[in-house]
């Protein structure tokens, strides 16, 4: 099989590559092909990849390009993993709208809105040009945030799309070893959009040992996703790392003030990577990768791509999928993130119980943001944008929505089209 990373240039790719070579019995790939337009980049990964496959024993090789319709023909599979605008433009998603005293965050808020935007146009002309090389049958898996956008955007376009994101692997690897169980043993009650998701109930043995988790280990929950114990405690469920961006907003806006932008501190990690990639006696995963962000990606992956190309019986994962009914209070083309049935045939969502008052309303209210948010990414324009931003919950205050969208319009003029006019 081989298998296609648009995005391949990136620093994380080797813990995707880590991934597969350690699921050589499973996931029978015999070709990887990184597209990145970052040539230099790609001569540095690319070999550090195989050197991963070599020294792990596993028989695929790995190539490079920078031409996208070379990378993906053939390709059972394509893995999106894209940062337009680099770490430059992540920089500007962290600190524009803190000018209104709004959350600097690349996935949420004005700076998700802006990457959205950025996103999703590219995304799309790179779904359509796989489509015409590879065929209608190939399946793109989605990694590239804001997830939950641009996968409807896949979907609406008509593309066989699947959207991953690791906070539900992470969470279910990391309360596994608290629990002392294999990940395995531990099934989630995960429900939401992407990067808006809470922890409902954690299955052992068909019991639900999620509220003794939390009587037990609030403290330790609490530094690990950043809100306060006792609102975990109060609420009986595990809200993930991204809600902090609501539940804790001005807290986070201050502490913002006169933190680092996430972005810088990538670069320097990122920077690290490179110079030890390049070294060719490292022939396995440097533990600097684990600061790059992404945890356990590789793994759920590896699993999805398995699902989606094997042939095999339907198996579960959390991905982001078409709503169709799950969520009764959403439209049927919304796109959630629960659990679903994945097979050769795409994602199922399985059933979900009743979703909470206070859980369901914010869900249907960045719904009705991503709606308005992927409307202004395909047809652009300055007044979509502040729409978007006025029905974000997030922001919603008239004279906010419009001094965020000029902001917004402003640091992005270079890399949106309709800006430039």
């Avoid at 997030?394 to 906010?400: P, T």
């Amino acid at each position: 099989m081989k298998l296609t990373v648009v995005g391949g240039g990136s620093t994380y790719t080797p813990e995707l590559i880590d991934g597969i070579a350690g699921r050589r019995t499973s996931l029978d790939v015999d070709e990887i092909v990184l597209v990145d337009p970052d040539a230099e980049r790609l001569a540095v990964v690319g070999p550090f990849s195989q050197r991963l496959l070599d020294h792990a024993g596993h028989p695929a090789k790995v190539r490079t390009t920078s031409v996208l319709e070379e990378g993906v023909e053939g390709a059972s599979a394509v893995l999106l993993q894209l940062r337009v605008g680099g770490q430059t433009a992540r920089r500007s998603d962290e600190t524009f709208p803190l000018v209104c005293d709004c959350v600097g965050q690349e996935t949420t808020g004005a700076g998700g809105l802006a990457k959205a935007l950025r996103t999703v146009p590219v995304v799309l002309d790179i779904a359509e040009r796989v489509r015409k090389v590879a065929g209608d049958d190939t399946w793109i898996v989605n990694f590239t945030n804001p997830v939950g956008i641009v996968t409807r955007a896949l979907l609406e376009a008509g593309h066989k799309a699947v959207g991953l994101c690791n906070v539900a692997i992470t969470f279910q690897r990391w309360t596994s070893q608290l629990l002392g169980l294999r990940p395995d043993q531990v099934k989630l009650e995960h429900v939401g959009l992407n990067h808006l998701t809470w922890e409902r109930g954690l299955i052992v043995d068909g019991e639900n040992v999620l509220p003794k988790l939390i009587e037990e280990h609030s403290e330790e929950l609490a530094g690990h996703i950043g809100i306060p114990a006792a609102l975990i405690r109060r609420l009986g469920v595990v809200p993930s790392y991204y809600l902090k961006y609501f539940y804790e907003h001005d807290e986070v806006v201050a502490k913002q003030k006169h933190e680092r932008p996430r972005a810088d501190v990538v670069i320097e990690v990122e920077n690290e990577l490179l110079k030890v990639y390049q070294d060719p006696k490292v022939v396995t995963k440097p533990e600097a990768l684990s600061q790059r962000g992404g945890a356990y990606y590789s793994e759920a992956a590896v699993q999805l791509v398995h699902s989606l190309t094997s042939g095999a019986p339907g198996e579960e994962h959390v991905v982001n999928v078409r709503n169709n009914g799950a969520l009764p209070f959403l439209p049927d083309d919304a796109v959630i993130e629960v659990p679903s049935i994945v097979d050769g045939h795409g994602a199922a969502p399985l059933p979900v119980k009743p979703v909470e008052p206070g859980f369901a309303g914010l869900i249907s209210h960045v719904t009705g943001y991503e709606y308005l948010a992927l409307e202004a990414a395909i047809h652009g324009g300055r007044d979509r944008v502040a729409d978007a931003l006025l029905a974000h919950p997030l922001i919603g205050q008239y004279s906010i929505a419009e001094k965020l969208a000029d902001e917004l319009v402003a640091e992005n003029k270079d890399l949106l089209p309709w800006a430039k006019a």
